[in-house]
């Protein structure tokens, strides 16, 4: 079972989020490319990891010059991992590959030294010393980003050269076209000694690296998690994440959640965001409310904070107290599905069914978006009760959002969209009367508040919103003939 | 033999290009290796790779440059093994060309070198930059006269144009077709302010139009098929500049001798004069037309080098083939072997 499918990722819109964090070096892109996920039982390790985030949070703070060292020292880094591989299997590269891993263990060393001023802080992000590995690629200590095959290395090999330089000194200044011909054939003859003796050289070389390598995976392996880390840090710190706790109890807690793609479109065209709080816990809860009240909004805030915190980021809220799950799903109809030639319902039933066999194991968080809206309201309305009744019984969180009416019961929790409840209707309606934009005018009307609501019945924003927008008095007179009738009733 | 150090010696970025293969280009870049070696530090690269110099007994490059040790090359990682000289490695590039990445080597001896450069304009600069970085005094480009590669004019300060009897059995028509080439390359720089107004708006279009009141206007097309299709709707008498980046072909030069009269002294902008592809009579016949033909950069032409020597093994003159090219031509023409 994965932790989260594809399709919960992209109804969320997950990987478009993650994009925003900023790596600089291809290891550290790989780390971000395979997120790691914690899982139950994990949580001191969670707890870890945030903990380590928050020193080098409160590094960066007030270290711009050292973490801008050690940023540009990772953003200097190659991906030479199938290199460091073949080196590991025994493998005699080339002058260029040595140049590559020559170039990679100076940044290397240069980082560790970089990393070694704040032993604190990087504790667990200590490069292993891999001073001798350099001293082999740099026999004569010149400290040049450089490679070639050093004389140094072979006696043989320097008398080779003097007598390649001896006999190219005689063909540059050789005027007779013979003479040139048997030089140039002497100096052949020298340049399959050269490359003999430097492959000699070049397998010394390798069969010496190969020794130390598995230092330098583990170096690279650091690099990844460190520039990683940095990374979610000051992802947290672009849009004021805060440390979640890691709780041990089964419920959610979220005090001022934020959506940030909704956040930055809303604040785009200069409107007021407005942030969730709420309260979960196993079993299920609801939330009701108007059309336009950001019901999905809200569900989707939730869902995205809490899978942030499983991939081991801070959480985008004021507050977060959250236990590590086995699955997250969210669950809304999906153009997707539809495109396979599933209508919206068939295809929620089908999900609903691998979630059913997923909570008989395990224990995680479900998110519906109204549930079974594209089916017919008599039908839909029971489908939600029972899907309700049957998630409120099970030990995962669930949240369903809906329209129906009479699904809450006493023992589940309920939440409804503050919308259009403490409006004075008629300031609006005079308000819009002399405002054309009114569908713009009840958006900033609305308010997007969650409360807990005690009331079981929905609220009527549905008509509130039609009386505002002014729809024609002939069609808005039976639409409240049609409530006027269902009162009566009851 | 004639010392074509005086030549070059005020120059930082020199470019070569050949009108065929086997008109002496390699003899060229070979002598003046050695007539600058003792005195700067050479830079060597190629536009592209010219892919031709294959033996065709056993099928593999057999490099034919021969540099001295202490020259900068910028190649690609697949013709290092080519490469017979003691290699130093200095920089290992991101630029990658069919034949793996650009790198740049020092010769710590002397030997044959197998060069594939970049293709492009700005990998080119930076390449350059680099081994300039790295100590060369003189960078020597291996260019070429082709509708895809590099505006030779844009990376290098001045060129040198190689030509011979490999173009043609007919002694006239090298001299004419040698001629045509050099004028188009040193066709004039349009002036400075309508290039400015152009280099600004490169990046936004491939090609523009830019009218008698300055508004500017897009040419969209694909290719210039699409192109020489649609340019005849644009032309009219309010257009002063049309500027075309890419080729420029005999197609889309009809456009213009087909709709004279539509429009009034036009001034094609092309980005200079290695991208022009049509024949002296089109040339003559576009001009007449009230059209004139400029350039963003125009090369900076030094001398032409003639060969007289065929591959087919009919070989011209050797005084013929000079005399004849310097009759028409007004700038300097050596015979590399001969003089």
Redo the contacts between chains.
Sequence with gaps: MNFIDNNSMSRLNFRNLISKVEVLSPYGKERLNNIKIYLPGEEELLENEFKKMEKISNFILENKDEIFEIESSLHRF?HIKNLILLLSEGTVV???D???LK?QVIQMEFLRKSLEKFKEVFADFQLENIENILKILDPNNEKNP????YESYSLILKEI?KQ??DI?NK??IEKSQEKLRYLKEERLLI?VD?EKEEFKIRKNIASKIRENCDKLIKNVEIIANLDFTIAKVKFAGLYSGVIPRVSKENEIVLENALNIEVKEVLEKIGKKYTPISIKLRKGVTLITGANMGGKSVALKTIAENIVLFHMGFFTFSTYASIPLLDFVYFVSDDMQDLSKGLSTFGAEIIKLKEITEVLSKFSGFIAFDEFARGTNPKEGQKFVKALAKYLNKKSSISILTTHFDGIVEDNMKHYQVVGLKNLDFDKLKNKIASNKNSLELIQECMDFNLEEAKVEEVPKDALNITKLIGLDSEISEIIYNEYREEEDDE | MLDLYKFIKNYKRLSIIGMEKNVGKTTLLNKLINDISNKKIIGLTSIGRDGEEVDVVTSTQKPKIYVRRGTIIATARNCIRNCDITKEVLYSTNYNTPMGNIIILRALSDGYVDIAGPSYNKQMKDIINIMESYGSEIIIIDGALGRKSTAISEVSEATILSTGAALSLDIQKVIEETKKTSEFLMLKQVDDDVKKIILENLDDSKSFIIKNNGEKEKLNYNNTIDLSRNLKNFLSDEIAFIFIKGAITSKIIEVFIQNRGTYKDIKVVIEDGTKLFIDSELFKKVKMSGVDIQVINEVNLLFITCNPHSPLGIDFDKNELKSGLKEVINIPVVDILGD
């Design positions: 190659k080339d002058t260029v040595l140049y590559e170039v450089t490679f070639h095959i050269r390649k330089k190219e063909i540059i340049l050269e």
